[in-house]
């Protein structure tokens, strides 16, 4: 707990390399829960941000709902309690890691009780803040629990401008845990698993992938699966609503079989950085997040990333938005999304 607070009076930050363009002040934002019905998924959590963040601030933020406790049978004049026992909480939770680089903890108000409206609370946090990213844990809900429970994270896909850490509910079941948290201090991804249909979304998004890599020393594995015109129909009819890493174009226009254009500019955007990369192509007729995920796991690296361009709206979400979810649900590491650019 004395670290804990040692860490909480003081923001220190040292990056890795001169190749990222992130600042000692520019943090990650963890969209902690301070009273969690699964501690672990908070402590997957941690780990997928020591893994992926390991030199960047991070800034522990609740946002607390009021409303929600009073619904709940609450006597009124606990309300202003709240807020110092949320701190509390918070501070609990962070015992339990071995995060370095800990900001203060922030809890936001919201005064309805509403998870949409608590989420878009947190992400005009961090596009105020300029965060270089939000941490969240997700239980991947599927059918009636989904529709009935909501989803704070996914409200979060659905919203933020800000690049994303997803924790799904088997991360970390390579062998990180807690008390083998500190082998990756200092570290970062090794591997970087980006599957792609080479459209210009997913070029952003390399942008952004290239920064990560060089500043951690990462491999980039460009996974390329052939996509049939039927997949993301019957994958999306599977849910409800979401995001996908499927672009929108792709629905629309055939997916070229030749992208040696691209391959190559993508290929010499990488040796001009002093990034490694390979090419994956799969053409085997399995869904696309099953695919996605037997990759990631024949790779048997603890130090995987997998990043995926996520699309945002309610029609990407509802013709696309399964395989997003499906590899949230099903991946045994951290998931970094990438909002497609508007």
Known sequence: MEDIRRNLSETRSTFATDHTDLTQSTPVIWAIDAFPSDLEMQLKTAAALQRVFPSTPIHPVYVLSEDFFMDRGYSPYLRPALKPMAFKAVLRILSETNLVHVKKPRILIEPTSSKAACARRLVRYARKLGAVGIA?????????????????SEEIMNSSETPLLIAGPHADEKGERRDEQSRFLGEGPKTIVFPTDFSPACAQAYDQLLTIAMRTGAEIHLFHKQTYAVDPYVQGSMHMLGSGWVSIDALTTDIPEDNSREINAWTQAAADSGVPIRLVNENFREPTSEAIVEYVRSLNDASVLLAMVSQTGPVASALLGSITRDVIRMST?????VPRAH
């Open 136 to 152: 969240v844990g997700s239980h991947a809900r599927r059918g009636l629990s989904r529709f009935f429970n909501g989803s704070f």
């Open 333 to 337: 590491c951290p998931i970094y999304l």
